[in-house]
Nanobody, 123 residues
């Protein structure tokens, strides 16, 4: 029903920037989010957005990452600035048909996932 296609990952030097993109199809008014998972760590929510545009960020990336949504193109973006080696991870786009009172950063609240895109930050 819902398909998510990601792009924008790659390798960058510490202090650099990347912009991840997630193109959604098959449904509208989606609740969407970005997650990341590094080796040896559990998947963590990075940023989430409600259908009405309300945003939520994980504390460690506030002021560093910026989430945006192009509703006409049904595309979610994650602008990542001042990247650090600890930002290295596989980044996943996720979507759900229903949300909660606030945007969720819990992976079990999302039913649809992209393939993941690797972000590697060198020191």
């Amino acid at each position: 029903q819902v398909q998510l296609v990601e792009s924008g990952g790659g390798s960058v030097q510490a202090g650099g920037s990347l912009r991840l993109s997630c193109k959604a199809s098959g449904a509208s008014n989606l609740y969407m989010a970005w997650f990341r998972q590094a080796p040896g760590r559990e998947r963590e929510g990075v940023a989430a957005i409600h259908s009405d545009g309300t945003k939520r960020y994980e504390d460690s990336v506030k002021g560093q990452f910026r989430l945006s949504k192009d509703n006409a193109e049904n595309t979610l973006y994650l602008q990542m600035n001042s990247l650090k080696p600890e930002d290295t991870a596989m980044y996943y786009c996720a979507a759900a048909l229903r949300g909660h009172y606030v945007p969720s950063l819990a992976p079990y609240d999302y039913s649809y996932w992209g393939q993941g895109t690797q972000v590697t930050v060198s020191s």
